[in-house]
Structure formats: structure tokens, C-alpha cells
């Protein structure tokens, strides 16, 4: 998934777009409101981890401009205060769930699973493309009763195809789900990993399951077995 990382302590938040990044996702900070309400309209993000004590915008502004300009990724809003009432406030202007400092990183990316499954459209915990059976929150891939061993961009590309199957993905939307705003050189590292992905996913198996749709990008079909 990629995740939009809203927190103004810069050890806090590189922190925690490490442990993203490590666990195969990608991941943006900004560390003002401002700078998430236009970067969350402008991207499409599966998730916001939203802290609540910012400069200027609170996190609770913030989350109010964000659901008023259309954007409804689930949010996860981060405090230091254990109070009913914020919690209460949080949830009131659009919040989804809620965390208090300091937390156990394993319980985010819990949490932050358990939020994009609950976002919209159908989000089960295995995604299922035929034979191709993939599991986000172990990190693990099968097809068939093979387990078959993935990078961690790897993972994330096919997790990409495998929630939209039988759809075509630009170049650009597969870019934008698997890598963040870091990342610079952009030129063929789709099609690299698309590579990479058949020669681990299809090849061994005697399938073509990602197929190429010139000009536009590619397609996860639903069912290559059939």
C-alpha cells in the first residue's frame, strides 16, 4: 500500500517511513496540514497516519479539509493525549481509527491493514487472481500450494495487479502504488519489475498471467488458468 505519513517531528516521521518502506510499502511525509490536504488530492493514497498536535492546520482540521475536498483514504490519527474527548473529536471530523504515543509499530501496520481492508470496495484479507493467492499481512504469495519467495517490491507490484485483476495499469499508477516521491529514477523500473514478477509469478508455472496491453501498460487477468 502506499501511505501518506502526516507528522512534524522529523525522527517520528522518519521512523516510521522506514518501517514502512522496510515492510515493502511505499511512503510520503508531509509535516504540515496544508502540505497533506493538497498531496492527499493530488495522490491516491490507501491510508493516512495523521498526527494530531501540527503547525497551523491541527490534525483535526486537517482531517475535516480532507473529507470536505473528497478524499476519504482511511485515517489513522496519531496523539500523545489519552483524553475521551480528542479521541472523540478525531472520529467526529472523519477519522477511522485512532492511536496513542507511544505505540507499537507492529499494532500500526496492524491497524493500518485492517483500515484499507474496511476501505472502499471489497478488501479481503487474501487476495485471490485465479491461482495467485496473496497474503499482505504475512507477506507471502502462493500460486497453487507453492510458495513462491518475493522482494519486497516484488510484493508490492503484485499486490498492486492482484487489487484491481482484469483492470490495465499506466505505468504511472503501478508507479504510484509500489514507489514513493524518493524515488528518482522512474525511466523503466515497471517494466524491470514486471519482468522480474513473470519470471518468479508465470514462467515456472506455464502461465501468462500479466499480460502487456501496448501503449497503456499492463493487466493482471483474472483467470489465466481458464
Known amino acids: 500500500m502506499r501511505v501518506l505519513i502526516v507528522e512534524d517531528e522529523l525522527k ?23 502540505d497533506a490536504v493538497w498531496m492527499a488530492q493530488s495522490h491516491p493514497y490507501e491510508a493516512i ?27 489513522l490519527m496519531l496523539t500523545a493525549r489519552d483524553g475521551v474527548d480528542d479521541r472523540v473529536a478525531g472520529l467526529d471530523v472523519g477519522a477511522d481509527d485512532y492511536l496513542t504515543k507511544p505505540f507499537s509499530f507492529a499494532e500500526l501496520l496492524a491497524r493500518l491493514r485492517a483500515l484499507v481492508r474496511r476501505g472502499g ?9 485465479g491461482s495467485l493467492r496473496l497474503d499482505p ?58 519482468r522480474y514478477l513473470r519470471e518468479k509469478v508465470d514462467r515456472p508455472f506455464d502461465t501468462e498471467s500479466i499480460e502487456t496491453v501496448r501503449g497503456v501498460g499492463y493487466r493482471l487477468r483474472e483467470d489465466p488458468e481458464a
Not at 497516519?49 to 485515517?75: H, I, K, Y
Request: charged letters at 25%; a neutral charge; glycine letters at 8%.
Open 121 to 129: 470496495g471489497e478488501r479481503p484479507t487474501e487476495l485471490v487472481a
Open 137 to 194: 499481512a504475512s507477506r507471502r504469495a502462493w500460486r497453487g500450494r507453492t510458495e513462491i519467495s518475493l522482494s519486497p517490491k516484488e510484493f508490492a507490484l503484485l499486490e498492486a495487479f492482484m487489487r484491481r485483476p482484469g483492470q490495465v495499469l499506466s505505468r504511472l499508477q503501478l508507479l504510484e502504488h509500489a514507489w514513493d516521491f524518493a524515488y528518482e529514477n522512474r525511466s523503466n523500473v515497471v517494466d524491470v519489475y514486471v
Open 49 to 75: 497516519v495523521l498526527d494530531v498536535m501540527l503547525p497551523g492546520l491541527s490534525g483535526f482540521e486537517t482531517c475535516r479539509q480532507l473529507r470536505n475536498a473528497g478524499v476519504w483514504s482511511p485515517v
Open 12 to 34: 517520528m516521521a522518519s521512523l516510521l517511513r522506514r518501517g514502512l518502506v522496510e515492510e515493502g510499502h511505499a511512503a510520503d511525509v508531509a509535516t504540515t496540514g496544508e
